[in-house]
Structure formats: C-alpha cells, structure tokens
C-alpha cells in the first residue's frame, strides 16, 4: 500500500535552515512526490516535485530558498533563510495511475 | 496564469446532496486531469478523486465509492464534484485542484480557493 509519512510538527529559528522529511512506504521508493504549503488560513499551494534521483522542479514564483532532495525512500524539503511566512503546514503527495496520497503533513513553527 | 475558481459555501442537512464547481482559465483545459481533495476541520489533505481530461473517466477514493460524481463541462472549462448522503463527517473544505502530469500522470500543481461545506441538521 502506497502510503508516505511525515513528523507531526518541527520548528527553526528566524533565518536558518530547516530540512522536513518525507518518508515512502516500502517498496515505493522509486517514487516521485510534491510538496506543498498550506499557510494559516488559506489553501494549499504547490511547491516542486522531487524525483527519485533527486531532481525537481519547482512550482511558479517558488523562491530559491526552497529547494528539495532524495536518498533512499525519503524525500526532503529544505527552506533555508526563514521566514515568518514559511510557518505553515507542509505536505508530501505522491502518485500512481488512478490515485494520488498525501501524508500527514508537517506543522512548521519559526521560533 | 493558471485560476481556478470554486462556487461559495454551502449548508446542507444530513442525508442531503452538494455539488460544487470549479471553473479554470489561463490553460487548455481539455488537456489535463482535475481533482478533489478536502480538508476536515483542523485535519490534513485527504484525495477523493480524479476525472481525466476528456471526462469519460473518473476514478474516486474508495471510501467515497458509491456517492460521489465528478464531471466536467469542456464548453464552459468547469468541474463538477457532487456529493450525496452527507452526514456531519463530511464537513470540510473542498478543492480543486489540476494535475500535472500529460500524459502520464502527475502532481498537483494548481489549486482552487477551497469552498466550505457544512452539514448540519
């Protein structure tokens, strides 16, 4: 069963780094995902896709502090520089033919 | 640029029907798959479905098997999600949202601005 998990919560101070992960379940780590942010109150927005090989590619208008990465079944989301505006929820998505699924997501808190 | 643009809230009783729609502009829209996904209160993401491009196929979440029906409307480029025997659980905001993927699939990429779906008696 396709299913990807995600810690509940993390936090980083104002302007530095923080890196959230995204885990796929066995036998699924070829996998492609996406990130998306969801800020309070508001609706989901698209981040990138990350391939397996670590490639990806990035949403419009998605700043360049926000990049992502792979090894293994897990799939990473690095924001570096933060700021206020990054504490939101962010969520791992992933796809096969006829289904998609989302993980838990992530509560990010910027100290 | 990409907008999707859903119908407003809706209040419906228990046991009732909702369909809402979803119109999109700044793409070719018979070219791409459509979504829903929703969102309980305080809850996470949770998929319901996809329709293709063309319409004649949609595929639903299994938990929604049975009352849920997408469709779509290439004339007018909108989406339609319509849920019937709703209960209280099915309160929550729907969205939808594009895929990527042409021709095999993809992630979300757009999102529409959510519309909020209340059962109460």
């Known amino acids: 069963q396709l299913v990807l998990t995600q810690s509940p919560s993390a936090s980083a101070s104002l302007g530095a780094s923080v890196k959230l992960t995204c885990t796929l379940s066995?036998?699924?780590?070829?996998?492609?995902i996406a990130w998306h942010q969801q800020q309070p109150e508001k609706g989901p927005r698209y981040l990138m896709k990350?391939?397996?090989?670590?490639?990806?590619s990035k949403g419009d208008g998605i700043p360049d502090r926000f990049s992502g990465a792979s090894s293994g079944a897990e799939r990473y989301l690095t924001i570096s520089s933060l700021q206020s505006e990054d504490e939101a929820d962010y969520y791992c998505?992933?796809?096969?033919?006829?289904?998609?699924?989302f993980g838990g997501g992530t509560k990010l808190t910027v100290l | 640029q990409v907008q999707l643009v859903q119908s407003g809230a809706e209040v419906k009783k228990p046991g009732a029907s909702v369909k809402v729609s979803c119109k999109a502009s700044?793409?070719?829209?018979?070219?791409?798959?459509m979504h829903w996904v929703r969102q309980a209160p305080g809850q996470g993401l949770e998929w319901m479905g996809i329709?293709?491009?063309?319409?004649?196929?949609?595929r639903y979440a299994q938990k929604f098997q049975g009352r849920l029906i997408m469709t779509r409307d290439t004339s007018t480029s909108t989406v339609y999600m319509e849920l019937s025997s709703l209960r209280s659980e099915d309160t929550a905001v729907y969205y939808c949202?594009?895929?990527?993927?042409?021709?095999?699939?993809?992630?979300?990429?757009?999102w529409g601005q959510g519309t909020l779906v209340t059962v109460s008696s």
């Open positions: 949202a594009k895929d990527a993927g042409v021709p095999a699939p993809g992630p979300i990429d757009y």
């Open positions: 066995s036998g699924h780590s070829s996998y492609p």
């Open positions: 329709i293709n491009p063309t319409g004649t196929n949609a």
């Open positions: 700044g793409y070719t829209f018979a070219s791409y798959s």
């Open positions: 998505q992933t796809w096969d033919t006829g289904i998609r699924v």
């Open positions: 990350i391939n397996s090989d670590g490639s990806h």
